[in-house]
């Protein structure tokens, strides 16, 4: 059964700067990862998807790496800002059969960005 | 562009009564997932649909069933509610693709079981 882990689960940052978020694996056989963002409260909202062929995804200051041989993936946030401020969690699908990906969560890195 | 949809919102119910929770999926995405998302937890997978026939269910209670439409919206319907029923209930809707399975999901509906 696949386990996700995210390490650490909190973080407090000043504002300005970079950080690193980790993101680790059991099973190394997916298909891809996906970064969600959570306010508190809300919804998901999907960040980056990185297909299981690709080493690395990029949206604006995110970067979000693969290397699924070791089983881990980082989500880099450049330039911290307070609006930054939320969980972060990823997730990796697993197939079941008859056309259903499931996702299965890691618990998350709370993250504050200090002005 | 459109986004998944979840009505209502907020759903306030006693102990053994029943809630139907709505989905409306991105246009044209043919994959309904349901999650559910206790406090302080990650979200944990219920039931799934692919071209409106079930695709697979995780932790989902025998008390909760889920159908989806002709119209490929998708209800899920809990009975019986207990207390630890009270969590968001997300939705989320994707394309069928092995690799590029990106799955969107809707604001929620925050259950309150009192």
């Known amino acids: 059964k696949q386990e996700v882990t995210q390490i650490p689960a909190a973080l407090s940052v000043p504002e300005g700067e970079n950080l690193v978020l980790n993101c680790s694996f059991t099973?190394?056989?997916?298909?891809?990862l996906q970064w969600f963002r959570q306010d508190p409260g809300k919804g998901l909202t999907s960040l980056l998807l990185?297909?299981?062929?690709?080493r690395e995804q990029t949206s604006g200051r995110l970067n979000a790496s693969l290397d699924k041989s070791s089983g881990r993936s980082t989500l880099y946030i450049a330039a911290s800002q307070p609006g930054d401020s939320a969980t972060y969690l990823c997730?990796?699908?697993?197939?079941?059969?008859?056309?259903?990906?499931?996702?299965?969560f890691g618990k998350g890195t709370k993250l504050s960005v200090i002005p | 562009a459109a986004g998944v949809i979840q009505s209502p919102r907020h759903l306030i119910k006693e102990k053994r009564e029943t809630a139907t929770l709505k989905c409306y999926p991105i246009?044209?995405?043919?994959?309904v997932y349901w999650y559910q998302q206790g406090p302080g937890q990650d979200p944990q997978f219920l039931i799934s649909?692919?071209?409106?026939?079930?695709?697979d269910k995780g932790s989902i209670p025998d008390r909760f069933s889920a159908q989806q439409f002709s119209d490929y919206h998708s209800e899920l319907n809990m009975s019986s509610l207990e207390l630890g029923d009270s969590a968001l209930y997300f939705c989320?809707?994707?394309?069928?693709?092995?690799?590029?399975?990106?799955?969107?999901f809707g604001p929620g509906t925050r259950l309150t079981v009192l």
């Open positions: 099973d190394s056989a997916i298909y891809n």
């Open positions: 989320a809707s994707s394309l069928q693709d092995r690799d590029y399975n990106e799955q969107f």
């Open positions: 649909f692919y071209e409106k026939m079930q695709s």
């Open positions: 990185i297909q299981s062929s690709q």
């Open positions: 997730a990796v699908p697993a197939y079941s059969g008859a056309g259903s990906y499931q996702l299965t």
């Open positions: 246009p044209r995405h043919d994959t």
